[in-house]
DNA sequence: GGCAAAATGTGATATATATCACAGTTCGAT
DNA sequence: ATCGAACTGTGATATATATCACATTTTGCC
């Protein structure tokens, strides 16, 4: 439940990143629509699941809650992002709740669509291979950068992810976050209070690696945050 | 970089847990038999690396260091366990550093060898992926647990994590730990301060969840150490 | 356009954990 | 079997972050 790719940015066609034309047009056939609307919930923690869904358009986020009821926020994706890919591959109940943060169209595959569309082609076992060991190693990365880095720290790393769930790369190299963000989830994917959340986003706001267009973040300085979040 | 398998414990025979006898079996033939010393390294996070080993006797440490000289255990790994995997998927590099704990014999599996293999039986994808999705959801739940849950639980969660790399469960429902672990490795597996981390074992030494054995851990409460852990 | 509800900013504490400083213990190599 | 090195236990402090308690601003909605 994570970014589909690093480095993408571009929001505009239908196929998402990494798959290949072929392979695209096969999802979609196989493929039903689904539309949400904002805060509508798509699954739940826990729900038995079948098959994984593509974002046409929208945004969703991603999250559990822990036991002493802290909400914690593991994405936030957009455009092209796949989700609940996990289900796909073993039987195992979803492992966070999916939620529209505005209106979504979506297209569901089933288990059994992806299975035979795999078997027919190969090609999509290796692109799903690669999309895994791709969110394994953000994965391993984020476990690290838990024990290791500040809140600063974090907070840059949660502002990373979410340009690659949500981020459009403009003309002059900025990037801009395409959906409204509060700092309750900031703080809910770096797993800190919100106050100091607050703090650490207001710090990069003053040092210009953070931007504000009518109440949307821009990273001003990728390369910065960048650093900021380095393990 | 994880545990092969939930409640998998048994050591004895030669397939890894999830394998069936004939993917086994092809596996072994594909392979070539590698040995290492004691504290040798497989390789470093960083290396270019092709293909994946299958531990067969021994144990082995994957871990990163962080910038600030950090060393962080991702996982204990014992006989039967696969790593090395995420590289034979993508074209990174490793993304942790691999050493021996103590002398292992291991099986080498080239990229093109497990591709042969794959395409020959496409069961071979079923399985790795199913394997993937199981280490994505656990590292999700890493990255929930890390933010979320006190040393004493963070502690807790290592030992059964260590538990899946190297228990061995005991005919009155204990479980063993194969091999010597040292607090620095279990701090560095928890993400916490060595002092802090002897202070939460002894607390668990002395609540009877842990116990030793000739200076092996021995898990006396699965059950209670699984609920300190929990998120 | 106005108003309740949600989101934000910021100081003053409280608290968990890291860090420091050692002394005691165990281990492994000669 | 001995001795040095690595590992361990435990207090005393330092520090980052959470928590509490608000005033202030923004947002969304009838």
Redesign the interface.
Known sequence: ?RQESKRSGKKSGKPPALMPWRAWRAFAKAAVPVELRAKEILFHAGDEGDGCYLIRSGAVKAS?V???G?E?L?AVLGEGALIGE?A???D?PR??TVTALRPCRLLHLTKSAFFRL??AN?LI??L???L??????D??????A????TVQGRIARSFTALAEGLGQVQADGRILLTQRVTQSDIAGMA?VARENASRAINDLLRGGVLGRVKGFYSIEKPEKLGDLA??
């Open positions: 439940m559990v822990s036991v002493d802290q914690r593991l996990l796909l591959l073993d195992e492992s966070a795999a078997d190969p076992y290796r799903a291979l690669r895994l060991a791709q969110r394994l190693r994965s391993n990365e984020s476990v690290v838990q024990g290791s880095v797993g380095e393990v």
